[in-house]
């Protein structure tokens, strides 16, 4: 094995592939997406084998390492003679690939773990309908409601039923339909089988190719018809005849019943339904194409000795048809001539050049696998075989060069003088044709775009090194976070992701760029903050974008400029009016639904030019929708602009080779184009409820992401309708309702409430004393439920009632309470300027929350009584203090005489047992002094003796020298 050369051998022998037919989904088709890596499945191997190969490798497996297991019902209840390994049918749609082997089906999830929770995902191949007998897998090519589709056509025991599959996050789930009764016994028929069926997912509708046989007749019919998934109606839309008509030599016969037949059996073997036009094409060994199920046209170009086995659609105009036998026809919707590209002259030719070239793509021994388109290109997958070596290859089909060289056999000699002159017949109406005034893309196609250049390498050499590298690939990683972020409930005061990135850092920008420009930026390199920003602006080119979206009333125009080959130019007369100029070359200008969509074609004729201008608009009628989410949701129809004559026969020649001209074929939406919010304006309602109030008060504790508003101030909210794509924000003026749909005392603390709580905390009915807030605006919803505010009338009054989770809030703390606000705004079925269904959440800060009147009250009680008790403690205090003063004094002083006596007795006890045990001794030192000397000493230490101790006998005042000395 080397790179994608594939080599198959048994024993020694090397063997020739013959692959089998696949079903394929556009764009993705065979190629499947596994652990981020290319997968396609091929079967009809010998030995049983399956081949699994990927972009960079190949691998063998047997149908056991694959996890399938071999089991065959078909001995039991199935319709089938033997038993095959070939795998019949692959369709891969966008996170599950799905395959039948025999009757079998089974399916194989990856493991995806952005996708879908792991637990969804699958690493083997599980089986599905285990009980059931599959005969075909039918591929959905559109998702609907956020789930992809796949249906099951049955045989055996349920005949004349599908399974409708539903995959949604990874899970698979199939359903039996139609309802209650089969196909069968609705269209009373004793025997029938379903050939195919395609949903259409905007009407949830199945269209059915059925064959069904009644004995009266014995013969079979094919009916066409349709089964609604709501409503679980049936109806017949077409009978087809039972024999191919006879064209007689047109391109195309309308079927009206009374045309004549061949002999050859009309088979009808699928349907392919395009949901951008509504053209709905019945194919087998025909072609037939209805605009509406009703009248149909018979392509007479396609031989009715070929069968068809597969359709390949662009969506974009382009059609390709693939045989039994291999063959490859081409045809643009819209027209009726059908092109051989494959076996024709015009390949054989371009093979040839190829070949010439030494060609890696081309060889003489070589089998097709499938055709698919992708990204407006027909590509084609082969195998090859050279050198005996086997190459599994991707290749572009030329189809602009195979029709170019068919032109060329159309010829004529024209005498010029002695000589003759080859001329080839060029059957374009005209010479050039350019597109012009076209609008900017990015609001029509709904892309957004970045700019994000590598950092500037700091280093001689100029190279990058691991550090740049890793740096350059941390910017990006940043860039998208802040992209997915960006997505919040409040605006920004610029419209710009990366603004986030800048704000702080836009004053330095000379400084960095200074150090720089001296080779001293950290880690040798320097980022350019320009070098990273949103693009708003980008231009269009000469080509009409690959889709378009349109919102309510929206429209969209360009030009067209054509220069006519040779004189194109005509007068014509009008019977009392002056001449007018008619061009030869004219546009037609198609709309696949005009009841809800218009075109407007002006017509500018510019004779000195040789040249006409057309004008075109394409314009949404606005009736045809309902409202829808952003993105989701949206009607699918198109326009086709063709140049009259130049169906295959116009070409432009650009450096990449020719390009088919005259055709053009844009997929529109109509609905709620991607990419645009509602948020909330915090920046003009701040400036407005400054302007409004007088004033403005913010939280204690300040949130510069989440200010605060006060309770008793008017709220008056304003939002804004942002463009992420092209960068546009301004005011929304439509109408929206204002709900509370939860809160709580803290950001921890928010709770959801429920419907009946949501109805009594916002509805004006609310009679149970529950209401959050009040407006003064006095329109309604239809039931009256609730307010229907706009941006005039925005005002909100807090209100908190009684039985309300924001009333009698206790203050925690000496600030008054708080409340966050969980409010949606919503302006579904009350604004009708536009599709969009917006819907905003966002937490709303209120501070300053008021009590309650009972709880006020009694605060305030409480509060006055202690303030009176205070005042009262206070004057008594006053009154009593001088009382007091005297008392303290008093009593200080007889603590002092209490001691005083005590120590008094004390001392005069110890001197007198000293004094009768040492009078000899001491008589002369203890001669004690007489009162009238004691009484002059202690004068001055002496208290004011109180009226009580004036009147004391002398007797007891004789103790106080004694108490004066013992003091001593």
Sequence with gaps: MEGDKI??????????????????????PLWYNVDQSPVLILGGIPNEKTLIMTS????????????????????????????SATIHDAISTESTLFIRQNQLV??????????????????????????ECIKRLCPVYFSSNGSDHIIALTTGKHEGYIHFGTITDGLVSFELLPRNQSMCQRLLA??????????????????????????????????????????????????????????????????LGTETYTNTPMVPKGLFFNVYNNLLFIWGNFLLQSYNTENFLYLADFPKESTIKYLVNSFQGDVVIVTETEEIWYLLEGTYQLSRLFPS????????????????????????????????????????????QGHLVKRQVPVENVLL????????????????????????????????????????????????????????????????????????YYLLWLHSKYDKPYADPVHDPTWRWWKNKKQDKDYYSYLASNWLSAGGVHIDMDSYEKVYDLKASYRLPERIFLDKGAEYHFSIFLTARGHSFEMGTVVGSVFKVRSRVSVGVVVADPSCTESLVQQRVLVKRNSVLFLVTLRDKSVCYDQGISGHHLMKTSLMVKVVGSSGFCFQHTHLGPRLQGNLMVPVFIGCPPGKRLAFDITYTLKYMRLKNKHYYDCIYQDPEMPCFLFRDMFYPFFLIQDLVTGDSGSFKGSYVLKVVGGGRSLGSIVDYNEEEIYRYNSPLDKTDSRIWTTRTAGTTQDMAFHIMSYENSGIEWLCLENSPCYDLTPQGIFPPEFYFKVLVSNRDVDNSTYCDY????????????????????????????????????????????????????????????????SYYTYATSSRVFSLSSQPSFEAISKVPSQVDTKVENQEDQPKLEPAEENQPESLLSAQPSASLSSL
């Design 839 to 902: 819907q905003l959440i966002f937490l709303l800060h209120i501070h300053g929350l008021p009590l309650s009147a009972k709880r006020a009250l009694f605060l305030l009680i409480v509060s006055a009584s202690v303030l009176v008790g205070l005042v009262i403690l206070y004057i008594i205090i006053c009154l009593l203090w001088p009382y007091v003063v005297r008392a303290c004094s008093h009593l200080r002083w007889r603590i002092n005489n209490i001691i005083a006596s005590e």
């Design 7 to 28: 080599q198959f051998t048994v024993g020694d022998e090397l063997f020739d592939l013959k692959l089998r037919y696949f079903v394929n989904v556009p764009s993705r």
């Design 56 to 83: 960079t490798n190949f691998k063998e497996f047997s149908l056991v390492e694959l996890s399938i297991d071999s089991c065959w019902v078909g001995s039991f209840y199935c319709p089938q003679a033997e038993f």
């Design 106 to 131: 089974y399916y194989f999830t990856g493991t995806y773990s952005t996708l879908y929770e792991g637990s969804h995902s699958s690493g083997k191949w599980v089986r599905v309908l285990a009980s």
């Design 405 to 476: 060289y068919k032109q060329y056999n159309k010829y004529h000699v024209e005498p010029e003088g002695n000589f003759r002159t080859l001329i080839f017949t060029n059957f374009c109406p005209f010479e050039v044709m350019r597109l012009g005034n076209l609008p900017n893309p990015q609001a029509y196609t709904r892309q957004e775009r970045y700019l994000a250049r590598p950092p500037m390498v700091l280093n001689p050499s100029g190279f990058h090194t691991e550090n740049s590298l890793a740096v350059y690939q941390g910017l990006v």
């Design 190 to 255: 004793d025997r029938c089988s379903i050939t195919w069926a395609t949903f259409i997912s905007g009407e949830n509708t199945l269209i059915l190719l059925v064959e069904i046989y009644y004995q009266k007749s014995d013969e079979k019919y094919y009916q066409l018809t349709n089964y609604n998934l709501i409503t679980n109606e049936m109806n017949i839309l077409y009978t087809m005849p039972l024999f191919i008509p006879d064209a007689g030599g047109l391109e195309f016969l309308m079927i």
């Design 345 to 388: 002259k015009g390949w054989d030719i371009h093979v040839s050049l190829q070949v010439m070239k030494e060609s890696s793509l081309y060889a003489s021994n070589e089998t097709m696998v499938t055709l698919f388109y992708e990204e407006d290109k027909l590509y084609q997958l082969v195998y090859l075989i050279q050198k005996q």
